[in-house]
């Protein structure tokens, strides 16, 4: 039976007695051997028990002496410390002595490499010559760097000077020996030999030199390559090809030098970028751009190509943020970065020509001048569109300022233009005073093409807005393009900091929402060509009334007397106006039959309340203009009333007619009747002695009415 299952930590009584009845059917049994295993259980410990209690006296008394044997010790310790103490007092100044000859041991050694250092100085010097001699290049760069070493301890010898010009004409004594290698040995991609020279310039202190040498010669062969490309044509043809050779240069050169230089990488970048820093290449680039009819699309071919170039070469290198790397991507956006900086000037330049380039002249008829206005506005946005996109692309937005201001500028030019073409139709149509009207044609295709001219301007207001919102919109979905090797250099920032500090100023205004507007002064300033459309519109209806009313005043009808027919129907000239005004509803029906966005935004945009008889509060709309003509239409019709000089009382009452049938046309119309037609159908109806007791009317319409009605026979 086994009993080692009560020495587990983990015994479990239960499954102990189920195994052990397995083996053992007898329970007597088990109960049996259990209690002799306990007497044997009980035997070991008393037995164990009685061997501990004999051995504690003993320990007890080890212990004893090993206390006495420590506190032997702590007074031995103490003696020791007490004669050490002793020892440093006694020997203070023996040790000053020995460290003051520990110093002057160390000068004394010091002396002697100095002098080892002079004498091997005079040793190398008299060997180099002989080895210029044997043309041991090798031994020569070896001896020439021993010289250098020995040279660095003889700084406080007086001919100090002289040694050092002695060393450097010597290194410059083998440069010369070496230069005309050095260039076959780039020339031909010598592996071995280059690997050799290079040890030669190290072990000489002239490491750059040899740099140097490397590089002049690459750029050389780089020069050659652009002079015949340059004879190809121009820079747009063969750019791609110079960068193609550039970048080979890079893999080949990258590959070639990196079991010659110490930090290849960096050498091979630095060649990369002086191969770049090209004075020829900066004025074919130049040139090109400055002598294009479109100097946007120009930059912005050449800067395609660039940035391909730029794209394939960081793919190539492993560290972009590097100083070197640095110093490429700013040869690399040097040749472009004046053209950039100044992409607001060429953006305002190309919109100037393209202004110009619009046809605003009156033609034969009025519908030929307003088409030909039309196709002209319909190109404002194909100039104007593509100029925050540019922007964004090519300067990621930071000459977004000027760009603006450009377009600005050529909306200021539009607005210039479409001002002068108005001016041109109202001489034309023969509503400018003094001018003859040339159209030849009928009164209501003139009144169509001025409306027509209306809508075109709202249109082209309402294509302005919505350019404005899109251009906002590209603004804010805009993300920062580029090269990586070009996109992390700062070089707005670092060239024109206050251009950069405005332009992120706006692109962050534009970005969070709290600017968001672009053409805040276009908006302003096509206020007015609008509002001198409008005007051609009133005037040109007001020159049909006006025509109407000419020399009615002098009619006979105002002086007719009692005796003479009277007949209390409206006269032919109000009759004629108010059939005209009458009309004008059918002629803006075919403007507004439909929603029409154009018009109705111009409309609101004009300033009624500069007219006669319109209130403060009129919103801009259909029955706005409508109200408007019908009241400047009052108002000449006053003016004409006040120039009768006398009014008999047949006159009078034909006049009461004549200005209630022109009531009652204001009625149909809905438009209200002004103050003025109000008072004068009063005046013309009450008795001449009750004139004066019409406080409510203004005195000066009082006077004027009866004085014409006092006029004598």
């Not at 086994?2 to 329970?27: R, T, Y």
């Not at 506190?71 to 103490?85: C, E, G, H, P, R």
């Amino acid at each position: 039976m086994d009993f080692s299952k009560f020495n587990n930590d983990n015994f479990d009584l239960k499954s102990w007695v189920n195994g052990a009845l397995k083996s053992e059917q007898n329970p007597n049994t088990l109960v049996m051997k259990l209690q002799l295993l306990m007497q044997e259980v009980n035997g070991s410990l008393e037995e164990s028990t009685a061997g501990l209690l004999s051995d504690i006296p003993r320990v007890v008394t080890e212990i004893q002496g090993l206390n006495n044997e420590a506190i032997l010790l702590k007074n031995q310790m103490n003696l020791v410390k007490s004669d050490i103490s002793k020892v440093q007092e006694n020997t203070v100044e023996s040790m000053s002595t020995v460290v003051e000859l520990d110093k002057i041991k160390e000068r004394m050694l010091v002396t002697e490499r100095k002098l080892k250092q002079a004498d091997n100085w005079c040793v190398l010097n008299d060997q180099i010559d002989q080895l210029f001699d044997d043309q041991d290049l090798e031994g020569i760069s070896e001896k020439l760097g021993e010289m250098r070493d020995a040279l660095t301890g003889l700084a406080n010898l007086p001919d100090y000077l002289d040694r050092c010009d002695r060393l450097n004409n010597l290194s410059n004594r083998l440069e010369a020996i070496l230069s005309p290698k050095l260039i076959s040995t780039f020339n031909n991609d010598k592996w071995e030999e280059a690997k050799m020279y290079y040890k030669i310039f190290r072990d000489m202190g002239r490491e750059g030199e040899l740099y140097n040498y490397y590089y002049r010669t690459h750029k050389t062969n780089t020069q050659k390559q652009l002079n015949q490309l340059r004879m190809t044509g121009s820079v747009d043809t063969w750019l791609h090809q110079f960068y193609s050779s550039v970048l080979e240069l890079y893999h080949a050169q990258l590959s070639w030098t990196s079991g010659i230089y110490h930090d290849h990488n960096v050498v091979v970048i630095s060649l990369v970028t002086l191969c770049l820093d090209n004075s020829d290449l900066h004025h074919e680039i130049n040139r090109f751009v400055s002598d294009s009819q479109t100097p946007v699309l120009a930059l912005k071919s050449l800067l395609d190509i660039m940035n391909r170039f730029a794209t394939s070469l960081g793919k190539e290198m492993s560290d972009l943020d590097s100083e070197a790397a640095q110093k490429l991507g700013i040869s690399i956006i040097t040749p472009y970065s004046k053209h950039l900086a100044s992409l607001g000037d060429k953006v305002k330049s190309s919109l100037l020509r393209d202004v110009h380039s619009l046809s605003m002249r009156v033609k034969r008829t009025s519908s030929d001048s307003v088409s030909e206005l039309h196709k002209s506005t319909k190109l404002v946005l194909d100039h104007v569109n593509h100029c925050v996109p540019n922007c964004l692309e090519l300067t990621n937005g930071f000459t977004l300022v000027d760009v603006i201001a450009a377009i600005e500028f050529y909306f200021d030019l539009l607005v210039e233009k479409i001002c002068s073409f108005i001016r041109e139709m109202r001489v034309a149509f023969g509503v400018e005073l003094g001018s003859q009207a040339s159209f030849q044609e009928d009164h209501w295709v003139g009144f169509q093409s001025c409306f027509k001219l209306f809508q075109i301007l709202g249109e082209c207001y309402t294509d302005i807005s919505s350019l404005e919102q899109q251009c906002v919109d590209t603004i804010k979905n805009h993300t920062v393009k580029g090269p990586n090797l070009l996109s992390k250099l700062e070089i707005w920032a670092e060239s024109e900091p206050a251009k950069y500090s405005a332009n992120k100023s706006l692109l962050e205004s534009l970005a969070d929402g709290s600017q968001t507007s672009l053409f805040s002064k276009t908006s302003n300033l096509f206020k007015k060509p609008l509002n001198h459309c409008n005007k051609l519109c009133l005037d040109f209806v007001l020159l049909h009334v006006r025509s109407n009313l000419e020399g009615v005043h002098l009619s006979e009808e105002w002086t007719a007397g009692e005796g003479a027919a009277f007949s209390p129907s409206p006269l032919t000239y109000i009759t004629n106006l108010g059939d005209y005004l009458l009309l004008l509803p059918q002629q803006l029906e075919p403007f507004f039959a439909e929603e029409n966005l154009p018009l109705d935004t111009a409309l609101r945009m004009v300033d009624f309340t500069q007219f006669p008889g319109m209130m403060q509060t009129v919103e801009g709309d259909a029955f706005a203009w409508l109200t408007c003509v019908c009241q400047s239409t009052m108002f000449t019709l006053v003016e004409m009333i006040l120039k009768i000089h006398r009014l008999t009382g047949v006159g009078c009452k034909q006049l009461t007619a004549d200005v209630a049938y022109i009531s009652n046309v204001m009625g149909a119309l809905e438009v209200p009747l002004s103050r003025d037609i109000v008072d004068i159908s009063k005046l013309l109806t009450v008795p001449i002695d009750r004139i004066d007791g019409t406080d409510d009317i203004p005195k000066y319409l009082r006077g004027k009415i009866l004085a014409m009605r006092r006029s004598p026979f």
